[in-house]
């Protein structure tokens, strides 16, 4: 395959994984979002049926129970496995989801290597594995046999550790990829953690402990054998982690070993890096920024010049000004195209003399109309009514906003506080602790059938 070819196939395999992150990121909140009504009143009706038809009880020994009458047992058993139900549901769902996101990963590294195979056949040629003659007569081709020996090889580096993987990047690309990469502990800990929940139902293992603390994770407050849970902010931090890990990783194979498609990697890089702006994403575009401006080698001056800018940017749109503006103003911008000299004068909040390039540059200029309605960089800019007259003046038809659908996350969100406006105002709700249920004891007072009790709740 030719190294054109060769990078659409990496970036396409990223691609899918960004999304599939995405998606999965967005699935939790949601799902959260769904339950948690559902479970708030299954959790209320247990209580309110506990507070009417029971006494609390102790024995002998401190330990505490209610007594019921004999009558409301059946009904106090299903009202309780309701509410275990959906708290455990409110557990599970997080906990399932994070196994999800490394199990794409590794879905991506999977397609990585065999990509890395094509990329570097000699990295095959040099396997060890033999195959029997008679194995050799059931392939239609040589190629067919190479792809078996690429499967087999791949599926051999997969069952090693996450660690392991690097080791063997390392070797064959003759390159350090774990230096200066302040994320790789929590790599570590999250693909870690994610084989106590495969394995170990979330208990701490010795072996995680082991792994851990081999690569110097921050786990001082965790036990052996206490269960560990995912909160909204962790299951964010290994989405974050696995975004930027993948992206990185993949760039640096590829500006490594197809040098020639140089043009196409800078595009899509900054491509990721933009849509992140766009989407709000602010942390994760300041790390692959930076990432991206630290780069040897660029396509063009205009291929760097747009990660620059965008660096800025990014900064600009979090209000960090002073940032944006030492970033901005550390290239001198007099001799570039005017697309880059009106970003100069904006992210410097020069917005009089932006107004007067935007003149210039006119209706058929390097920013055009759809440009000023979607770029982020004139996000603030569109606010001022001079910005507006400016547009008017120089299309001779009034601005008018665009509106961009939102993702299913946003519209679920405005959904429910359109229904409920005091829900802003609400505390977050803790999903990871499951609730108590009070142990009961049944008093036949009036000894009725326990069939004869009727609850429309109980089918």
């Known amino acids: 395959m030719e190294g054109k070819e060769l990078g659409i ?3 396409k395999n990223l691609h899918r994984l960004l999304r599939h992150l995405d998606s999965i990121k967005d699935t939790l909140p949601m799902s959260l979002l769904l339950l948690e009504p559902h479970n708030k009143k299954a959790n209320t009706k247990l ?4 507070e009417k038809n029971s006494e609390e009880i102790e024995d002998e020994n401190g330990n505490k129970s209610i007594s019921l009458e004999f009558e409301q047992a059946r009904i ?11 708290n455990l549901a409110m557990k599970i769902i997080p906990e399932s989801l994070f196994v999800a996101l490394i ?4 879905a991506f590294l999977n397609q990585l290597f065999k990509t890395l195979f094509k990329i570097r056949p000699e990295y095959i040629n040099k396997s060890e594995r033999e195959l029997s003659f008679s194995q050799l007569n059931e392939f239609e081709s040589i190629e067919k046999a190479r792809e078996y020996v690429v499967e087999k090889e791949v599926e051999t580096i997969l069952r090693k550790s996450h660690s392991e993987h690097f080791d063997y990047l390392e070797n064959k690309l003759s390159i350090v990829l ?3 990469l302040p994320i790789w502990q929590t790599f570590i800990e999250i693909t870690e953690r994610r084989n106590l929940f495969v394995h170990c139902d979330g208990i701490v293992s010795n072996q995680y402990l082991k792994v851990c603390k081999e690569n110097k994770c921050n786990i001082s407050e965790i036990e052996l054998n206490k269960r560990l849970t995912i909160s909204s902010e962790y299951f964010k931090n290994a989405y974050e982690c696995l975004y930027e890990l993948s992206t990185k990783l993949t760039h640096t194979i590829w500006r490594k070993l197809i040098k020639e498609d140089i043009q196409f990697a800078d595009e899509k890089l900054n491509e990721i890096c933009y849509n992140l702006i766009t989407n709000r994403q602010f942390n994760l575009a300041d790390i692959l920024l930076d990432f991206a401006c630290k780069q040897i080698k660029f396509y063009n001056d205009s291929a760097k010049n747009y990660y620059t800018v965008n660096k800025a940017l990014s900064k600009y749109l979090q209000d960090k000004t002073d940032i944006a ?7 001198d911008w007099s001799a570039s195209s005017d697309d880059f000299k009106l970003a100069h004068l904006i992210l410097m909040k020069k917005n009089d ?3 007067l390039l935007m003149k210039k540059i006119g209706k058929n200029g390097e920013v055009n109309k759809d440009h000023y309605k979607i770029w982020p960089l004139f996000y603030k800019l569109r606010k001022e009514e001079r910005f507006k007259e400016v547009f008017r003046e120089i299309f001779e038809e009034d601005y008018a906003v665009l509106e961009v ?3 299913p996350i946003q519209e679920l969100i405005g959904e429910i506080i359109k229904k409920s406006p005091t829900l802003l105002k609400k505390k977050p709700t803790k999903t990871n602790k499951q609730k108590e249920i009070p142990k009961k004891r049944s008093v036949n007072k009036k000894a009725t059938n326990p069939t004869d009790v009727k609850n429309e709740n109980l089918n």
Do not use: C, G, H, V
Not at 47 to 50: A, R, V
Not at 325 to 331: A, G, L, V
């Open 353 to 355: 003399e932006a107004y």
């Open 76 to 86: 106090f058993d299903q009202l309780a496995k309701n509410s275990e139900i959906s």
């Open 47 to 50: 209580k309110d049926f506990i």
């Open 9 to 11: 196939e990496l970036d």
């Open 178 to 180: 774990r230096k200066d």
């Open 405 to 407: 659908p939102k993702r």
């Open 103 to 106: 199990s794409q990963y590794d």
């Open 325 to 331: 503006r030492e970033i901005i103003d550390s290239k």
